[in-house]
């Protein structure tokens, strides 16, 4: 079983910026995309982010767009979550997931079927 490991999340004040990153211990990342969600407490798991293997072509949600960017490193086998502008309703924890097939749709949970466990994201004062 495939297990991502994400890291770098942590406590950050509003306007603040944290990079995020997932990789697979003992693996190539070779996956047809890869993504990041978030799930805040109480509510839903959702989509952030996603970039296609072929092309590079990238995806965000709306409330992230200009303020978070998605990008890969094929020669340090990780994907990464540059977070800026942070605010705090940006609080949750963040997973990247790959599907395990070549998807059409990218942006939602249906779609992917490897995880990682988890980074905690706070922004507060």
């Known amino acids: 079983q495939v297990q991502f490991v994400e890291s770098g999340g942590g406590l950050v004040q509003p306007g603040g910026s944290l990079r995020l990153s997932c990789t697979v211990p003992?693996?190539?990342?070779?996956?047809?995309?890869m993504g990041w969600f978030r799930q805040a407490p109480g509510k839903e798991r959702e989509f952030v982010a996603a970039?296609?293997?072929?092309?590079?072509?990238?995806y965000y949600t709306d409330s992230v767009k200009g303020r978070f960017t998605i990008s890969r490193d094929n020669a340090k086998n990780t994907i990464y979550l540059q977070m800026s502008s942070l605010k705090p309703e940006d609080t949750a924890v963040y997973y990247c997931?790959?599907?395990?097939?070549?998807?059409?749709?990218?942006?939602?949970?249906?779609?992917?079927?490897?995880w990682g466990q988890g980074t905690q994201v706070t922004v507060s004062p």
């Open positions: 970039i296609r293997w072929s092309g590079g072509s990238t």
């Open positions: 003992g693996f190539t990342l070779d996956y047809y995309a």
């Open positions: 997931a790959a599907p395990s097939f070549d998807t059409p749709v990218v942006t939602t949970t249906d779609s992917y079927d490897y």
